[in-house]
């Protein structure tokens, strides 16, 4: 018989049995009291999303259904922006809670970080490792200047279209340089963006669109088509790859919503006023960047703070990208199917300038001259979007998982961050010779399809088995997220038996 005491283990956090560190606790800081203009420096995250989602779902995917199908099919659109709505809000949850991205979240389950890590890396790489967004915005670049659309027979326009996507890929890269803090750059540049486009689209759409198409686009947000004086919510022949790209970009879309925590993280949402945020390597300077997070410790005022944190979020959420979305997916939606005849096909390498083809005819030069000024300044702004997404949400996952890549060039997390932004535009480069950007564009979308299936399940998991059960979401949330899936998992499901 021994007469050693008996060792008493200490049970393992739930958040570190994959092999991270624990949360440190800590008392959650306070929010912001914003009163009148002082909200657009409190909102920040939902604008740069916003911004993504302009520039694919509604301007390029929804106009090429809609336009085929017509404007019944607006609902996916109501549907999926208000689901992503309620994902958003849940998804920033995670980060007011620990001040980590979700994407440490995931990686803080079984069965290890590094396996989630890798695994919502690829899933970043085949959705938007393309950069469909600079081949795009290219189309709309020669338009302007050649005055015509791009496909000459020789195949030179090609060559034209590519260069000039390349330079526009570089453009993002020097963006990306100087500023202070990256998250900051972008959120201005989503507001110039936001409301430029905006402003522009409804001008023209209250000035060329006939009363008849403006009840259309109101009445498709439910599925109705005034035409025939019936819903119709799958109208005949409908190309199912294609309304299953534009419902996974109706609103950001796949791991464009999950980097939204990434940017409230360096926004400073929550406990993440204790993490840190990743400078701009011009005019930035090192900035220590936790590489695990803090939990809130529950008492009154964690209670009271974490109440007003959460009316930030949907003021961020609500307040700006909901309507955001929803106007801008049918203000371009109404101009499309007023100067292109219905059941057109868009593709190709002017499929960004088809809509200023089109106008130039029925409303003069100068309208079309505007609207590919809007499509390439949105189409680019988007790769930019894009790009950096994937850079920061990539950067994160190796400072959170690697020892040795904290230690490097002596901690300075803007050496890892342009280090992958330097390997994904060499990548992107390539990239942009080997398919149609159109068709670049709508594989990526199926993939967020797919993404929109697994992480709003696993967040479900996250928020209600890692977090405390005072901040965890209420019922009506977590069977919001459980509909979401399914709804994209019906879609995703249409999508691979159309190609059979």
Known sequence: MSLQPAIQKTP???????????????????PPRPRGLEWIGVVGPGIIVLGVSIGSGEFLLGPAVFVRHGLSVLWVTSVAVILQTIF????????????????????????????????????????????????????????????????????????????IGVGMFLVCVCVLLVGRRIERTLEVLNWI????????????????????????????????????????????????????????????????????????RDKGYGMAARAGYIPSAIGGHKVKLEHTGFIVTPSAQSAEHWKGWRRIVAADQWGVFFPGAILGMILPALLYVTFLPQGAVLSGLSVSAALAESARAKAGAAAAFVIALVGAWILFKTQLDNLEAMVRSITDMLWTGSRRVRAWRGGDVRA?????????????????????????????????????????????????????REVRPPMWRRAALVTMAAFYGFFVALSVSSLY
């Open 88 to 163: 958003n809000t849940e998804l920033m949850r995670y980060t007011l809670a620990t001040g980590e991205p979700v994407f440490t979240g995931f990686m803080r389950t079984r069965p290890s970080s590094t396996g989630w890590a890798c695994i919502y890396a690829g899933l970043y790489f085949l959705q938007v490792g393309w950069p469909a967004w600079a081949g795009t915005a290219a189309g709309a670049v020669f338009f302007l200047f050649a005055g015509r659309l791009a496909g000459s027979a020789d195949g030179s326009d090609a060559a034209s279209v590519y260069w």
């Open 193 to 264: 963006l936001v409301l430029t486009v905006l402003t522009s689209f409804f001008v023209l759409a209250i000035l060329f669109v006939a009363p008849a198409t403006w009840l259309a686009g109101v009445a498709g947000l439910a599925g109705w088509d005034p035409a025939s004086g019936g819903f119709a919510f799958f109208p005949r022949g409908a190309d199912f790859f294609l309304l299953a790209a534009l419902v996974a970009y109706s609103g950001a879309g796949g791991c464009l919503n999950i980097t939204l925590s990434n940017w409230a």
């Open 416 to 468: 890892v961050y342009y280090t992958v932004l330097a390997v994904v535009v060499m990548w992107g480069v390539i990239a942009l010779r080997l398919a149609q950007p159109f068709v670049l564009l709508q594989l990526g979308a199926n993939v967020a399809g797919v993404i929109l299936i697994v992480a709003p399940l696993h967040l479900l998991y996250v928020n209600t088995r890692l977090l405390p």
């Open 12 to 30: 393992q956090a739930p958040e570190s049995r994959s092999g991270l560190p624990p949360w440190t606790p800590g008392d959650l800081p306070a």
